[in-house]
């Protein structure tokens, strides 16, 4: 069952260190079966405390997601995302759409 990563960046606090995160979460994604589904587009915002971006990434699973997450170049890039902002990432579990 497909997994998804998704990440809310609530505020910018190092635009520096936000700026070295892309291209490094970029290659921490190589070798890796995801998809972006979508990646700091336009937000139209309807409940909650304002957000300045968010990324949803699918996976066919959640194994699959926690070895990207947990890999050492990812892990390497997300402290330039916990030290140039303030966000919350999690994965969600994919429905199972059965034919009727």
Same mark, same amino acid.
């Given at each position: 069952?497909?997994?998804?990563? @998704?990440?809310?960046?609530? *505020?910018?606090?190092?635009?520096? %260190? +936000?700026?070295?995160?892309?291209?490094? $979460?970029? +290659? &921490?994604? *190589?070798?890796? /079966?995801?998809?972006?589904?979508?990646?700091? #587009?336009? +937000?139209?915002?309807?409940? #909650?405390?304002?957000?300045?971006? &968010? @990324?949803? =990434?699918?996976?066919?699973?959640?194994?699959?997601?926690?070895?990207?997450?947990? /890999?050492?170049?990812? *892990? &390497? $890039?997300?402290? +330039?995302?916990?030290? #140039? /902002?303030?966000?919350?990432?999690?994965?969600?579990? #994919? @429905? /199972? =759409?059965?034919? %009727?």
């Amino acid at each position: 069952m497909a997994a998804y990563f @998704v990440m809310i960046r609530e *505020q910018t606090t190092d635009p520096a %260190s +936000l700026a070295e995160y892309g291209p490094r $979460a970029a +290659l &921490a994604a *190589q070798g890796h /079966s995801l998809k972006p589904l979508a990646a700091y #587009g336009a +937000l139209d915002q309807v409940e #909650g405390d304002d957000v300045e971006a &968010a @990324v949803i =990434l699918e996976f066919p699973d959640m194994t699959a997601a926690r070895a990207w997450y947990e /890999s050492p170049p990812y *892990q &390497a $890039a997300v402290k +330039l995302r916990h030290t #140039g /902002s303030k966000s919350k990432a999690f994965f969600v579990e #994919g @429905v /199972s =759409l059965g034919k %009727s």
